[in-house]
C-alpha cells in the first residue's frame, strides 16, 4: 500500500515539476484578462451571440465542425457548422464530473457559414429509444455533389462512452439519420476525433483513469492524473470495416497513432493531410506530428507551448491552427460544480508555421503576440517553428468557458462555443 503510494506521489511531484509554467500561471494566480478582445476590432461591434432564445438548447456545447458542400466541380457551394450542444452537462460531464443526471439527452444543431440565417436543430432520426446522447467530440466528412456525408459523434453515455455514426444528406440537412454505434474496449474515456476517410478516423483518450471509476477513486485519480501532467492519455487510429460476406458484420481495425501524452484532448488534420496537431491538455502544448497520408502513421515533430490548458483544436483552410482553451482551471472547475456565481474565462490563439532559412537562439527569447491584451509570450515562451497570436481573449464577461474556435479563412470569421455558454458566438472583422 505504501510504496505504491510512496511512488505516485515521487510521480506526481517529477510532472508537476515539468508542467511548472502551466500551474503557476493557469492555477495557482488568475491570468489578468479583459473584459473582452477580438484581433479583428472591437468586440462590442464585431462579436454577436447566435442563440435560440425558445428552446435554450444551443447551450454548453463542447464541439463544432465545418460541414463543406462542394459542386460536381470541386467548388465550394456552402459552409454549414455543425455543434454538438449538452444543456445537462453540469450533471452529467464524464471529464470533469458530475456524474449524477445522464437522462436528459443533448442537442446537435446547424448553422450556416454561408448565408447566416437562424441556427437550425438537427434531428437524430433512427435513434435507438432508451440510448442516451452526450455529444463531445464530432466530425462529419465533406459532401461532394451532393452525395451524403458521414458524421461520427463522441457519445458520453452513462454505461460507457460510445461512437455513434450517422449520415446526413445535403437535401435534409436538419436530418441526422442514425446508422450504427461503436463500441471498443479502446474507448476508455474519447474525447475529439478527425477523419481520415469517410469510414475511419484518429480518436483522442483524455485519460487512462476516469470519472467512472468507483468513488472514491473516480473523484481522485482523474485529477491526479490531470493537474499532475501524468502522460498516460494517447491517440488511436480507428477504421470501420464491414464484412462483405457475413451480413455486413462491422469490426474496428484499431492502432496505436500516439502515446504518453498528458490529456490528450483536441486533435486535428492539417488541408494538406500531412501534419496532424494534437492537445497535450495538462502540459498547455499542442503537438505537431508528421502524417503519412497512406498509413496513417504519425512522427513526432514539435511541440509549441500555449498560454492556457488546450482544449479543442482546428486548422483553417489557409492552414494556421486554431487553438481554444481554459486560461483558469479552478474557476472552470467552480462552472463545472455549478458553484454560485462562478465565472471562468476564454482564449483562443492562432498557431502559424514560420519559414525560415537562419533562426538565432535569441529568437526563441524574443516577445510576441504583442497587441493582445494580456500577451501571450507573458505565459508561454517563444518557439522557433511557429507563431502564436491571440484571437479572441476575454475574463469571461465577453465570453466564458471557451472550448472550440473554427476561422473561415475565406471570410475571417471567428466561430466561438463554450462549455458551460449560451449560444455560437461569431465575431465579423
Ligand atoms: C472582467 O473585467 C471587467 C472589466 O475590468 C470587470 O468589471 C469584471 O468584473 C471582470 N470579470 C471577472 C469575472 O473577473
Ligand atoms: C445550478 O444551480 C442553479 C441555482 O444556482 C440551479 O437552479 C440548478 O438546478 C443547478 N444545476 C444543476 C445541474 O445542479
Ligand atoms: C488495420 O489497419 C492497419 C493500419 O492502418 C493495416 O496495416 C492493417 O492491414 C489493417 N488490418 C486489417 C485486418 O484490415
Not at 12 to 21: E, H, L, P, Q
Not at 134 to 150: F, K, M, Q
Not at 216 to 227: A, C, D, M, N, T
Not at 311 to 340: C, E, Q, R, W
Request: net charge negative.
Amino acid at each position: 500500500m505504501y510504496l505504491p503510494l510512496a511512488a505516485l506521489v515521487t510521480l506526481i511531484a517529477t510532472f508537476a515539476y515539468r508542467s511548472g509554467r502551466i500551474i503557476k500561471h493557469n492555477i495557482l494566480s488568475i491570468p489578468d484578462l479583459p473584459e473582452g478582445y477580438y484581433q479583428g476590432g472591437d468586440w462590442k461591434e464585431k462579436c454577436n451571440i447566435v442563440a435560440d432564445e425558445g428552446s435554450h438548447t444551443l447551450k454548453y456545447c463542447e464541439d463544432m465542425t465545418f460541414w463543406d458542400h462542394f459542386d460536381a466541380q470541386g467548388a465550394l457551394e456552402e459552409r454549414l457548422i455543425l455543434m454538438g450542444c449538452d444543456p445537462n452537462r453540469k450533471a452529467w460531464n464524464t471529464v470533469m464530473g458530475p456524474l449524477r443526471d445522464p437522462e436528459p439527452r443533448g442537442y446537435l444543431w446547424l448553422y450556416s457559414a454561408t448565408s447566416h440565417g437562424s441556427p437550425q436543430p438537427v434531428s437524430l432520426d433512427n435513434y435507438p429509444e432508451a440510448h442516451d446522447f452526450h455529444p463531445l467530440g464530432l466530425e462529419i466528412y465533406p459532401s461532394h455533389a451532393g452525395d451524403s456525408s458521414n458524421l461520427f459523434i463522441i457519445n458520453h453515455a452513462r454505461a460507457g462512452t460510445t461512437i455513434e455514426q450517422f449520415t446526413l444528406n445535403p437535401a435534409s440537412p436538419t436530418h441526422a439519420v442514425w446508422v450504427r454505434t461503436l463500441t471498443s474496449p479502446y474507448f476508455v474515456s474519447p474525447n475529439a476525433l478527425a477523419l481520415t476517410s469517410p469510414t475511419s478516423f484518429y480518436v483522442s483518450n483524455d485519460h487512462l483513469m476516469t470519472r467512472r471509476l468507483p468513488s472514491p477513486f473516480g473523484h481522485v485519480l482523474p485529477l491526479i492524473e490531470s493537474v499532475g501532467g501524468l502522460p498516460l492519455s494517447w491517440l488511436s487510429h480507428i477504421s470501420v470495416e464491414e464484412s462483405t460476406e457475413n451480413d455486413g458484420e462491422i469490426t474496428l481495425n484499431h492502432t496505436f497513432a500516439a502515446f504518453g501524452v498528458s490529456f490528450a484532448n483536441g486533435v486535428a488534420i492539417s488541408p494538406s493531410g500531412t501534419e496532424l496537431a494534437l492537445s497535450g491538455t495538462s502540459m498547455g502544448e499542442v503537438y505537431f506530428y508528421k502524417r503519412d497520408p497512406s498509413t496513417n502513421k504519425l512522427t513526432y515533430a514539435h511541440t509549441v507551448p500555449v498560454p492556457f490548458f488546450n482544449d479543442n483544436v482546428m486548422y483553417d483552410d489557409s492552414g494556421a491552427l486554431i487553438v481554444t482553451g481554459h486560461p483558469h482551471f479552478p474557476s472552470l472547475i467552480a462552472v463545472a460544480a455549478n458553484k454560485t456565481g462562478a465565472v471562468s474565462s476564454s482564449w483562443s490563439v492562432s498557431i502559424s508555421p514560420l519559414h525560415m532559412e537562419v533562426a538565432s537562439p535569441s529568437f526563441a527569447l524574443r516577445e510576441y503576440d504583442m497587441r493582445a491584451p494580456l500577451s501571450a509570450s507573458k505565459l508561454s515562451p517563444a518557439t522557433m517553428n511557429y507563431e502564436v497570436e491571440t484571437l479572441f481573449q476575454s475574463n469571461g464577461t465577453a465570453f466564458q468557458t471557451s472550448c472550440t474556435t473554427l476561422r473561415d479563412a475565406e471570410t475571417g470569421i471567428l466561430y466561438m462555443i463554450g462549455l458551460y455558454e449560451e449560444g455560437l458566438m461569431v465575431c465579423t472583422p
